[in-house]
């Protein structure tokens, strides 16, 4: 830990950490020390998640040490409290805790809370480790299978905020979205149940797992399927100098990225499986057609025209990452539209300023 940051611990203090209100991203959550450690971060099992790309999947840990709150950096871009990166603080009440860089995303820390405040599905709900244990089991088995909380929500299997719930361990579905769920992560009826009363998961007690060279070939038909319906899609696009065109052309566009994504971690877990290249390879190029054509119209985003003249000065994102002096994962986050610290926004256009000058 930090010892600038630390300060002299005073032994007469109570030795419970105090209760904590964190204001972020326009969310308000409690914490209970009692309730153990909370994380900030990417992944969808975050105590609070965030879908931008610059952020770690556990970007920051908020834990409860003593009469004390300790925020521990977990990731690659960092933790800053007044211009300094720090990998660990003892939290102050009304600390500003900066992610990303020294003007990123902004985590404001108090002592105690306003009940009337907290976000409802963000309060201190009791998790039951057993609903947690079936929860967990369900995350892992949804993601091997590249199932999404908004696609599940989509096909009308679970809401996406019951799902997280549940897989946090607040809460338990009622028993016709069990069995939905069971059916589309291909377990048997009262599976999930089982783990929660202590039964292993159906794939714990698999012996066999399916090689890649019989699962590469599923996958790849897999995308190929999702291709043609993107096709459709791309077939009933309004003139790109209608009115509708950009809302209808950026929702295709989030659907390839998705597909995209599969398609590229499929690929990486399998290699010498050209059919999963092949099929990336036409996600790829849909996407690229799709940016290129948005990008050309008058309600392009800063992202989709930065996509654009990266390819016209024949640039990769790695390329453009030395140009802005930014990491990768920011070029990328910038060309999804996702929100970056003002810092790495002010690089990102300065960068578009200079290819489209050039």
């Known amino acids: 830990?930090?010892?600038a940051a630390t300060g002299g611990l005073n032994p007469s203090v109570p030795v419970t950490a105090p209760d904590l209100t964190i204001r972020c991203g326009g969310r308000v959550r409690r914490a209970d020390p009692s309730h153990g450690e909370l994380t900030i971060g990417r992944d969808p099992t975050a105590s609070i998640h965030?879908?931008?790309?610059w952020m770690s999947r556990t970007h920051m840990r908020l834990r409860p040490e003593g009469a004390h709150w300790?925020?521990?950096?977990?990731?690659?871009?960092?933790m800053f409290v007044d211009g300094q990166r720090h990998e660990s603080v003892v939290v102050t009440d009304g600390m500003t805790i900066k992610l990303g860089d020294a003007e990123g995303f902004a985590v404001d820390l108090s002592f105690g809370w306003d009940e009337d405040e907290i976000d409802d599905d963000e309060s201190t709900v009791a998790v039951d480790p057993d609903i947690a244990r079936a929860g967990a089991a369900v995350a892992a088995r949804?993601?091997?299978?590249e199932l999404t909380q908004r696609g599940l929500a989509r096909d009308k299997i679970i809401n996406a905020g019951a799902l997280i719930s549940f897989e946090k361990g607040r809460s338990w579905p009622h028993e016709n979205t069990r069995t939905k769920l069971e059916e589309v992560l291909q377990w048997p009826q009262g599976a999930i149940a089982g783990i929660r009363q202590g039964a292993p998961s159906p794939d714990e007690e698999k012996t066999q797992v399916i090689s890649t060279s019989v699962a590469s070939p599923l996958i790849a038909q897999t995308i190929n399927l999702a291709l043609k319906s993107v096709d459709t899609a791309l077939a009933t696009l309004p003139s790109s100098s209608s009115p509708e065109f950009?809302?209808?052309a950026t929702s295709i566009l989030g659907d390839l990225r998705n597909l995209l994504a599969v398609a590229t971690d499929a690929a990486r877990n399998a290699p010498r499986a050209p059919a999963l290249v092949i099929a990336m390879g036409g996600v790829r190029r849909r996407y690229d057609d799709l940016m290129l054509k948005i990008a050309a119209t008058p309600n392009a985003t800063v992202g989709q025209r930065l996509f654009a003249a990266r390819h016209r000065t024949s640039l990769t994102v790695e390329d453009a990452a030395l140009a802005s002096g930014l990491p990768a994962t920011m070029i990328e986050a910038a060309e999804a539209d996702q929100p970056l610290p003002p810092q790495a926004q002010s690089a990102v256009d300065s960068l578009l300023a200079e290819l489209e000058a050039s």
């Open 1 to 3: 830990m930090d010892s």
């Open 50 to 53: 965030f879908d931008f790309n």
């Open 70 to 78: 300790v925020a521990i950096d977990n990731s690659r871009n960092g």
């Open 142 to 145: 949804r993601r091997e299978l």
């Open 246 to 248: 950009h809302a209808a």
